[in-house]
Protein backbone atom coordinates (compact mmCIF):
# COMPACT_ATOMS: atom_id res chain seq x y z
CA UNK A 1 0.00 0.00 0.00
CA UNK A 2 1.25 3.17 -1.09
CA UNK A 3 1.26 6.00 2.16
CA UNK A 4 -1.09 8.18 0.15
CA UNK A 5 -3.86 5.41 0.52
CA UNK A 6 -4.22 5.44 3.95
CA UNK A 7 -7.02 8.16 3.43
CA UNK A 8 -8.91 5.71 1.69
CA UNK A 9 -8.43 2.75 4.82
CA UNK A 10 -9.18 5.36 7.20
CA UNK A 11 -12.57 5.24 6.13
CA UNK A 12 -13.23 2.20 6.70
CA UNK A 13 -11.96 2.27 10.63
CA UNK A 14 -13.91 3.50 13.68
CA UNK A 15 -13.78 7.49 13.94
CA UNK A 16 -11.93 7.30 10.81
CA UNK A 17 -14.63 9.51 8.88
CA UNK A 18 -15.48 11.73 11.43
CA UNK A 19 -11.65 12.81 11.08
CA UNK A 20 -11.91 12.85 7.83
CA UNK A 21 -15.21 15.09 8.06
CA UNK A 22 -12.90 17.30 10.59
CA UNK A 23 -9.88 17.72 8.21
CA UNK A 24 -11.89 18.58 5.24
CA UNK A 25 -13.37 21.59 7.27
CA UNK A 26 -9.54 22.36 9.30
CA UNK A 27 -6.52 22.50 7.51
CA UNK A 28 -3.39 20.98 9.40
CA UNK A 29 -4.67 17.56 10.57
CA UNK A 30 -2.10 14.91 10.40
CA UNK A 31 -2.74 10.92 11.42
CA UNK A 32 0.44 9.91 12.87
CA UNK A 33 2.74 7.30 14.40
CA UNK A 34 0.98 3.72 15.15
CA UNK A 35 -2.42 4.28 13.17
CA UNK A 36 -0.51 4.86 9.74
CA UNK A 37 1.81 1.85 10.39
CA UNK A 38 -1.18 -0.21 10.94
CA UNK A 39 -3.12 0.89 8.10
CA UNK A 40 -0.66 0.49 6.33
CA UNK A 41 0.03 -3.10 7.56
CA UNK A 42 -3.52 -4.16 6.53
CA UNK A 43 -4.13 -4.09 10.56
CA UNK A 44 -6.87 -2.35 12.29
CA UNK A 45 -4.82 0.72 14.39
CA UNK A 46 -5.96 0.95 18.51
CA UNK A 47 -6.62 4.18 18.35
CA UNK A 48 -5.93 7.20 16.16
CA UNK A 49 -2.79 9.30 16.95
CA UNK A 50 -3.55 12.79 14.99
CA UNK A 51 -0.81 15.72 15.47
CA UNK A 52 -2.47 19.17 14.95
CA UNK A 53 -1.31 22.14 13.97
CA UNK A 54 -3.23 25.02 15.82
CA UNK A 55 -5.50 24.98 18.89
CA UNK A 56 -5.61 21.18 20.20
CA UNK A 57 -8.34 21.80 22.58
CA UNK A 58 -10.80 23.61 19.87
CA UNK A 59 -9.86 21.27 17.47
CA UNK A 60 -10.57 18.41 20.04
CA UNK A 61 -13.77 20.01 20.83
CA UNK A 62 -15.16 19.55 17.46
CA UNK A 63 -14.97 15.94 17.60
CA UNK A 64 -16.70 15.51 20.76
CA UNK A 65 -16.05 16.17 24.52
CA UNK A 66 -12.30 15.83 24.74
CA UNK A 67 -10.04 15.18 28.32
CA UNK A 68 -7.60 17.46 28.14
CA UNK A 69 -4.34 17.16 29.52
CA UNK A 70 -3.12 20.27 30.55
CA UNK A 71 0.88 19.03 31.55
CA UNK A 72 1.29 17.55 27.70
CA UNK A 73 -1.30 19.90 25.74
CA UNK A 74 -2.70 16.53 24.64
CA UNK A 75 -6.71 15.63 24.21
CA UNK A 76 -8.12 12.60 24.29
CA UNK A 77 -11.44 12.02 22.39
CA UNK A 78 -13.68 8.73 22.81
CA UNK A 79 -16.71 8.16 20.55
CA UNK A 80 -18.58 5.23 19.33
CA UNK A 81 -16.05 2.55 19.26
CA UNK A 82 -12.99 4.45 19.00
CA UNK A 83 -10.57 6.77 20.52
CA UNK A 84 -8.69 10.09 19.17
CA UNK A 85 -5.54 10.96 20.64
CA UNK A 86 -5.06 14.34 19.57
CA UNK A 87 -1.27 16.56 20.34
CA UNK A 88 0.38 19.23 18.98
CA UNK A 89 3.66 18.85 17.32
CA UNK A 90 6.60 18.70 20.04
CA UNK A 91 9.65 17.62 20.58
CA UNK A 92 10.98 16.08 23.94
CA UNK A 93 14.29 16.66 25.32
CA UNK A 94 15.73 14.65 28.45
CA UNK A 95 17.26 16.43 31.36
CA UNK A 96 19.09 12.92 31.93
CA UNK A 97 18.97 9.21 30.85
CA UNK A 98 15.56 8.14 31.01
CA UNK A 99 14.32 11.13 33.21
CA UNK A 100 10.44 12.04 32.11
CA UNK A 101 11.03 14.28 29.12
CA UNK A 102 11.13 18.08 28.83
CA UNK A 103 8.12 19.21 26.08
CA UNK A 104 8.20 21.81 23.71
CA UNK A 105 6.79 23.18 20.90
CA UNK A 106 7.97 22.15 17.34
CA UNK A 107 7.05 21.76 13.96
CA UNK A 108 6.09 18.36 12.73
CA UNK A 109 9.17 16.92 10.74
CA UNK A 110 10.93 17.91 14.69
CA UNK A 111 7.91 15.86 16.13
CA UNK A 112 8.45 12.98 13.68
CA UNK A 113 11.88 13.19 14.12
CA UNK A 114 11.73 12.12 18.37
CA UNK A 115 9.47 9.08 17.96
CA UNK A 116 10.85 5.22 19.14
CA UNK A 117 11.25 3.57 15.47
CA UNK A 118 11.19 4.30 11.86
CA UNK A 119 7.80 2.65 11.42
CA UNK A 120 6.11 4.87 13.86
CA UNK A 121 7.64 8.15 12.03
CA UNK A 122 5.10 8.67 9.29
CA UNK A 123 2.82 11.28 9.56
CA UNK A 124 0.00 11.40 6.48
CA UNK A 125 -1.53 14.80 6.10
CA UNK A 126 -5.47 14.36 6.07
CA UNK A 127 -7.69 15.40 3.41
CA UNK A 128 -5.07 15.05 0.77
CA UNK A 129 -3.15 12.28 2.07
CA UNK A 130 0.57 14.25 1.84
CA UNK A 131 3.47 11.92 3.18
CA UNK A 132 6.19 13.41 6.12
CA UNK A 133 8.04 10.55 7.25
CA UNK A 134 11.81 9.54 8.39
CA UNK A 135 13.44 8.85 5.39
CA UNK A 136 14.04 5.00 6.13
CA UNK A 137 10.50 4.62 7.62
CA UNK A 138 8.40 2.90 4.27
CA UNK A 139 11.31 0.59 3.48
CA UNK A 140 11.85 -0.32 7.46
CA UNK A 141 8.16 -0.76 7.04
CA UNK A 142 8.47 -3.33 4.23
CA UNK A 143 10.92 -5.08 5.21
CA UNK A 144 9.72 -5.54 8.53
CA UNK A 145 12.96 -3.77 10.59
CA UNK A 146 12.67 -2.23 13.99
CA UNK A 147 15.31 0.75 13.89
CA UNK A 148 15.95 3.71 16.65
CA UNK A 149 16.12 7.23 14.95
CA UNK A 150 19.66 7.83 16.74
CA UNK A 151 22.01 5.82 18.98
CA UNK A 152 21.01 7.92 21.85
CA UNK A 153 17.32 6.47 21.78
CA UNK A 154 17.13 3.85 24.21
CA UNK A 155 19.46 5.98 26.34
CA UNK A 156 17.07 8.92 26.48
CA UNK A 157 14.20 6.73 27.18
CA UNK A 158 15.03 2.99 28.09
CA UNK A 159 11.39 1.88 27.79
CA UNK A 160 11.81 1.62 24.03
CA UNK A 161 12.75 -1.46 24.41
CA UNK A 162 9.82 -2.54 25.86
CA UNK A 163 8.21 -1.36 23.00
CA UNK A 164 10.42 -2.36 21.06
CA UNK A 165 9.62 -6.29 22.14
CA UNK A 166 5.95 -5.47 22.11
CA UNK A 167 6.43 -4.37 18.21
CA UNK A 168 8.42 -7.46 17.43
CA UNK A 169 5.99 -9.63 19.08
CA UNK A 170 3.09 -8.28 17.51
CA UNK A 171 4.17 -7.85 13.91
CA UNK A 172 6.78 -9.70 13.68
CA UNK A 173 9.61 -7.37 13.00
CA UNK A 174 13.33 -7.44 13.94
CA UNK A 175 15.27 -4.62 14.83
CA UNK A 176 18.39 -4.03 12.49
CA UNK A 177 21.92 -4.52 13.85
CA UNK A 178 22.58 -1.29 15.36
CA UNK A 179 18.93 -1.03 17.17
CA UNK A 180 20.02 -4.84 18.28
CA UNK A 181 23.05 -3.58 19.34
CA UNK A 182 21.99 -0.59 21.39
CA UNK A 183 19.18 -2.44 23.16
CA UNK A 184 21.78 -5.24 24.02
CA UNK A 185 23.56 -2.44 26.15
CA UNK A 186 20.37 -0.66 27.38
CA UNK A 187 19.98 0.14 31.07
CA UNK A 188 16.88 1.39 32.57
CA UNK A 189 18.85 4.69 33.57
CA UNK A 190 16.87 6.59 35.63
CA UNK A 191 13.98 5.05 34.76
CA UNK A 192 10.98 4.81 37.27
CA UNK A 193 9.41 1.60 37.94
CA UNK A 194 6.18 2.50 37.88
CA UNK A 195 7.18 3.65 33.89
CA UNK A 196 8.67 0.02 32.93
CA UNK A 197 5.78 -1.30 34.97
CA UNK A 198 3.67 0.19 32.65
CA UNK A 199 5.43 -1.25 29.44
CA UNK A 200 5.40 -4.76 31.02
CA UNK A 201 1.58 -4.48 31.71
CA UNK A 202 0.92 -3.63 27.83
CA UNK A 203 2.98 -6.72 27.03
CA UNK A 204 1.09 -8.96 29.05
CA UNK A 205 -2.27 -7.25 27.68
CA UNK A 206 -1.11 -8.52 24.06
CA UNK A 207 -2.47 -10.97 22.07
CA UNK A 208 0.84 -13.07 22.54
CA UNK A 209 2.62 -11.57 25.34
CA UNK A 210 5.59 -14.58 25.65
CA UNK A 211 6.09 -13.62 21.68
CA UNK A 212 6.66 -9.98 22.95
CA UNK A 213 8.96 -11.42 26.39
CA UNK A 214 11.09 -13.83 24.08
CA UNK A 215 11.81 -10.92 22.36
CA UNK A 216 12.55 -8.91 25.53
CA UNK A 217 14.59 -11.88 26.22
CA UNK A 218 16.16 -12.22 23.22
CA UNK A 219 17.90 -8.15 22.56
CA UNK A 220 17.67 -7.11 26.09
CA UNK A 221 18.23 -10.10 28.72
CA UNK A 222 19.18 -7.76 31.18
CA UNK A 223 15.88 -6.77 31.32
CA UNK A 224 13.90 -9.07 32.43
CA UNK A 225 14.71 -10.55 36.15
CA UNK A 226 16.44 -14.30 36.99
CA UNK A 227 14.36 -16.97 37.08
CA UNK A 228 11.65 -15.31 34.01
CA UNK A 229 10.54 -17.40 31.60
CA UNK A 230 8.78 -15.76 28.92
CA UNK A 231 6.95 -19.08 27.39
CA UNK A 232 6.19 -21.18 29.96
CA UNK A 233 5.05 -25.47 29.59
CA UNK A 234 2.00 -24.26 31.50
CA UNK A 235 0.69 -21.56 30.27
CA UNK A 236 -0.97 -22.13 27.20
CA UNK A 237 -3.12 -25.30 29.13
CA UNK A 238 -3.86 -22.65 32.01
CA UNK A 239 -4.89 -19.93 29.05
CA UNK A 240 -7.41 -22.52 27.77
CA UNK A 241 -8.74 -23.71 31.62
CA UNK A 242 -8.73 -19.14 32.38
CA UNK A 243 -12.54 -18.31 32.98
CA UNK A 244 -13.78 -15.22 31.27
CA UNK A 245 -13.78 -13.69 34.42
CA UNK A 246 -9.94 -14.66 35.26
CA UNK A 247 -7.04 -12.09 34.90
CA UNK A 248 -5.39 -13.17 31.97
CA UNK A 249 -2.56 -10.58 32.12
CA UNK A 250 -2.34 -11.83 35.59
CA UNK A 251 -2.13 -15.58 34.50
CA UNK A 252 0.76 -15.06 31.93
CA UNK A 253 2.54 -13.05 35.12
CA UNK A 254 2.66 -15.27 37.07
CA UNK A 255 3.02 -18.19 34.94
CA UNK A 256 6.44 -16.36 34.06
CA UNK A 257 7.52 -15.81 37.59
CA UNK A 258 7.06 -19.31 38.99
CA UNK A 259 10.79 -20.29 39.29
CA UNK A 260 11.58 -16.62 40.82
CA UNK A 261 11.95 -16.87 44.12
CA UNK A 262 9.09 -15.56 46.32
CA UNK A 263 11.14 -12.30 48.40
CA UNK A 264 12.43 -10.96 44.76
CA UNK A 265 9.22 -11.73 43.32
CA UNK A 266 7.51 -9.69 45.61
CA UNK A 267 10.43 -6.79 45.61
CA UNK A 268 9.97 -6.61 41.61
CA UNK A 269 6.52 -6.60 41.33
CA UNK A 270 6.88 -3.51 43.93
CA UNK A 271 8.88 -1.32 41.90
CA UNK A 272 7.29 -2.15 38.64
CA UNK A 273 4.05 -0.28 40.52
CA UNK A 274 1.66 -3.61 40.51
CA UNK A 275 -1.29 -2.48 42.58
CA UNK A 276 -1.08 -4.34 45.70
CA UNK A 277 -4.49 -6.68 45.21
CA UNK A 278 -2.94 -7.55 41.46
CA UNK A 279 1.17 -7.98 42.89
CA UNK A 280 -0.65 -10.56 45.96
CA UNK A 281 -2.68 -12.27 42.58
CA UNK A 282 0.83 -12.95 40.89
CA UNK A 283 2.53 -13.95 43.83
CA UNK A 284 -0.21 -16.99 45.26
CA UNK A 285 -0.60 -18.19 41.56
CA UNK A 286 3.09 -19.07 40.76
CA UNK A 287 3.42 -20.52 44.12
CA UNK A 288 2.14 -23.68 43.31
CA UNK A 289 -0.13 -23.63 46.44
CA UNK A 290 -2.46 -25.68 45.37
CA UNK A 291 -1.25 -27.10 42.57
CA UNK A 292 0.28 -31.01 44.24
CA UNK A 293 -2.53 -31.28 46.28
CA UNK A 294 -5.26 -30.07 43.76
CA UNK A 295 -3.97 -32.55 40.99
CA UNK A 296 -3.77 -35.25 43.65
CA UNK A 297 -7.53 -35.03 44.54
CA UNK A 298 -9.41 -38.28 44.67
CA UNK A 299 -12.91 -37.07 43.72
CA UNK A 300 -15.36 -34.23 44.31
CA UNK A 301 -15.01 -33.63 47.65
CA UNK A 302 -11.50 -33.81 47.80
CA UNK A 303 -11.02 -31.06 44.72
CA UNK A 304 -13.36 -28.68 46.66
CA UNK A 305 -11.19 -28.87 49.54
CA UNK A 306 -7.62 -28.28 47.45
CA UNK A 307 -8.77 -25.47 46.05
CA UNK A 308 -11.06 -23.90 48.52
CA UNK A 309 -10.57 -20.34 48.63
CA UNK A 310 -7.63 -20.13 45.47
CA UNK A 311 -7.80 -18.01 42.92
CA UNK A 312 -9.13 -18.97 39.47
CA UNK A 313 -5.71 -17.97 38.31
CA UNK A 314 -3.64 -20.57 40.55
CA UNK A 315 -6.32 -23.07 39.67
CA UNK A 316 -6.03 -22.50 35.71
CA UNK A 317 -2.07 -22.61 36.51
CA UNK A 318 -2.59 -26.07 38.70
CA UNK A 319 -4.07 -27.62 35.43
CA UNK A 320 -5.57 -30.83 34.64
CA UNK A 321 -8.96 -32.28 34.71
CA UNK A 322 -9.28 -31.65 38.38
CA UNK A 323 -8.85 -27.83 37.61
CA UNK A 324 -11.71 -28.37 34.96
CA UNK A 325 -13.74 -29.77 37.22
CA UNK A 326 -13.56 -26.85 40.02
CA UNK A 327 -13.46 -23.93 37.52
CA UNK A 328 -16.60 -25.48 35.72
CA UNK A 329 -18.61 -26.56 37.95
CA UNK A 330 -17.91 -27.18 41.63
CA UNK A 331 -16.81 -23.44 42.55
CA UNK A 332 -20.35 -22.31 41.15
CA UNK A 333 -21.98 -25.10 43.96
CA UNK A 334 -23.81 -23.04 46.61
CA UNK A 335 -25.57 -24.43 49.30
CA UNK A 336 -29.13 -23.26 50.18
CA UNK A 337 -28.94 -22.91 53.80
CA UNK A 338 -26.41 -20.33 55.65
CA UNK A 339 -24.62 -20.58 59.06
CA UNK A 340 -27.94 -19.01 60.56
CA UNK A 341 -29.38 -21.76 59.70
CA UNK A 342 -27.15 -23.74 61.91
CA UNK A 343 -27.21 -21.51 64.53
CA UNK A 344 -31.01 -21.25 64.32
CA UNK A 345 -31.06 -25.22 64.69
CA UNK A 346 -28.72 -25.34 67.65
CA UNK A 347 -25.09 -25.53 66.66
CA UNK A 348 -22.83 -22.70 68.53
CA UNK A 349 -21.25 -20.10 66.64
CA UNK A 350 -18.02 -20.27 66.10
CA UNK A 351 -15.13 -22.35 63.36
CA UNK A 352 -17.46 -25.15 63.47
CA UNK A 353 -20.34 -23.30 61.55
CA UNK A 354 -17.84 -22.80 58.83
CA UNK A 355 -16.82 -25.98 59.11
CA UNK A 356 -20.41 -27.74 58.85
CA UNK A 357 -21.14 -26.00 55.89
CA UNK A 358 -17.90 -27.17 54.33
CA UNK A 359 -19.22 -30.59 55.13
CA UNK A 360 -22.75 -30.13 53.40
CA UNK A 361 -21.15 -28.44 50.40
CA UNK A 362 -18.50 -31.37 50.17
CA UNK A 363 -21.75 -33.60 50.55
CA UNK A 364 -23.53 -31.97 47.88
CA UNK A 365 -20.15 -31.82 45.62
CA UNK A 366 -20.77 -35.54 46.12
CA UNK A 367 -24.56 -35.52 45.44
CA UNK A 368 -25.21 -36.81 48.58
CA UNK A 369 -27.39 -33.81 49.96
CA UNK A 370 -30.07 -31.98 47.69
CA UNK A 371 -32.24 -29.50 49.32
CA UNK A 372 -32.57 -27.55 52.26
CA UNK A 373 -33.47 -30.42 54.81
CA UNK A 374 -30.30 -32.69 53.88
CA UNK A 375 -28.27 -29.85 53.44
CA UNK A 376 -29.39 -29.40 57.62
CA UNK A 377 -28.81 -32.98 57.83
CA UNK A 378 -25.36 -33.17 56.52
CA UNK A 379 -23.86 -29.89 57.75
CA UNK A 380 -25.34 -31.21 61.45
CA UNK A 381 -23.60 -34.63 61.00
CA UNK A 382 -21.16 -35.41 63.36
CA UNK A 383 -21.33 -31.50 64.19
CA UNK A 384 -21.80 -32.55 68.00
CA UNK A 385 -23.24 -30.24 70.55
CA UNK A 386 -25.94 -28.98 68.71
CA UNK A 387 -27.98 -28.71 71.73
CA UNK A 388 -30.97 -29.69 69.87
P1 LIG B 1 -0.16 0.71 19.92
O1 LIG B 1 -0.52 0.12 18.61
O2 LIG B 1 0.20 -0.31 20.95
O3 LIG B 1 -1.10 1.77 20.40
P2 LIG B 1 1.49 2.86 19.04
O4 LIG B 1 2.67 2.75 18.14
O5 LIG B 1 0.27 3.48 18.51
O6 LIG B 1 1.23 1.43 19.62
P3 LIG B 1 1.33 4.69 21.24
O7 LIG B 1 1.83 4.40 22.62
O8 LIG B 1 -0.11 4.74 20.99
O9 LIG B 1 2.02 3.63 20.30
O10 LIG B 1 2.04 6.03 20.79
C1 LIG B 1 1.72 6.65 19.56
C2 LIG B 1 2.98 7.09 18.85
O11 LIG B 1 3.73 7.98 19.69
C3 LIG B 1 3.96 5.96 18.52
O12 LIG B 1 3.64 5.32 17.33
C4 LIG B 1 5.28 6.70 18.46
O13 LIG B 1 5.40 7.39 17.25
C5 LIG B 1 5.12 7.74 19.54
N1 LIG B 1 5.65 7.28 20.84
C6 LIG B 1 4.99 6.67 21.84
N2 LIG B 1 5.80 6.41 22.88
C7 LIG B 1 7.01 6.85 22.53
C8 LIG B 1 8.27 6.87 23.17
N3 LIG B 1 8.44 6.36 24.39
N4 LIG B 1 9.30 7.43 22.50
C9 LIG B 1 9.13 7.96 21.27
N5 LIG B 1 7.97 7.96 20.61
C10 LIG B 1 6.92 7.42 21.22
MG1 LIG C 1 -1.39 3.97 19.35
Given at each position: ?20 E ?17 L ?36 T??G ?10 R ?11 E ?12 R ?21 A ?14 G ?43 I?N??R ?8 S ?27 A ?7 G????L ?57 G ?8 A ?22 D ?7 P ?9 R ?5 A ?23
Amino acid sequence: MEAADVVVSLREVAGGPELLELADAHGGIWLVGGAVRDLLLGRSPGELDVVVEGDVGEVAGRLGEPVLHERFGTATVQGDGFAIDLAAPRTESYPAPGALPEVAPATLAEDIERRDFTINAIAVRLPDGEVLAEPRALADLQSGTLRVLHPGSFEDDPTRVWRMARYAGRLGFRPDEETAALAAQAGPGQTSGERIGNELRLILAEDDPSAALEALAEYCPQALPAGFSCRPERLAPALELLPADGRRDLLVLAACVAAMDTATLQRWLDDLAFPAADRDLVVASSRWVTGEPLRAAQGRAAVLRAARGAPVEAVALAGGDNAALWLEELRHLELEIGGDDLIAAGLEPGPQVGAALERALEAKAEGRCSGREEELAAALEGAGGTGA
